[in-house]
Nanobody
Framework: VQLQASGGGLVQAGGSLRLSCAAS??????MGWFRQAPGKEREFVAA???????????DSPDSVKGRFTMSRDNAKNTVTLQMNSLIPEDTAVYYC????????????????????????WGQGTQVTVSS
């Protein structure tokens, strides 16, 4: 099983980046994006499930709502995170994660917004937003 995240980089405030995460090796129930800023805990950004078609943007941090959009490509087993109007506070390592069935997130407090709901993690991609 492999999760390959890409698309990070250095961008000026107000710019955009598009992160992608390609999953291989298994079929997944859901995938999510988390981020970890320097000196802070990792936090949930967005998630999407395959079967129900739900996108868990409502549980995203208020700071990213309206600016970040997560989408999926079922055929390619890939998710993307479109990030617009970036601000320096978005600087972080962004991780994609995946879970193979509904069982684990259904038993985890917070569901897909919780790190423990996921079976697999990508290596992370650095996003740096300069002011």
């Amino acid at each position: 099983v492999q999760l390959q995240a890409s698309g990070g980089g250095l961008v000026q405030a107000g710019g955009s980046l598009r992160l992608s995460c390609a999953a291989s090796g298994l079929s997944f129930f859901a995938m999510g994006w988390f981020r970890q800023a320097p000196g802070k805990e990792r936090e949930f950004v967005a998630a999407v499930s395959w079967g129900g078609g739900s996108t868990y943007s409502a549980d995203s941090p208020d700071s990213v709502k309206g600016r970040f959009t997560m989408s999926r490509d079922n055929a390619k087993n890939t998710v993307t995170l479109q990030m617009n109007s970036l601000i320096p506070e978005d600087t972080a390592v962004y991780y994609c994660a995946a879970v193979t069935s509904v069982l684990r997130p259904s038993r985890t407090p917070g569901g897909l917004t919780a790190e423990n709901a996921y079976d697999y993690w990508g290596q992370g991609t650095q996003v740096t937003v300069s002011s």
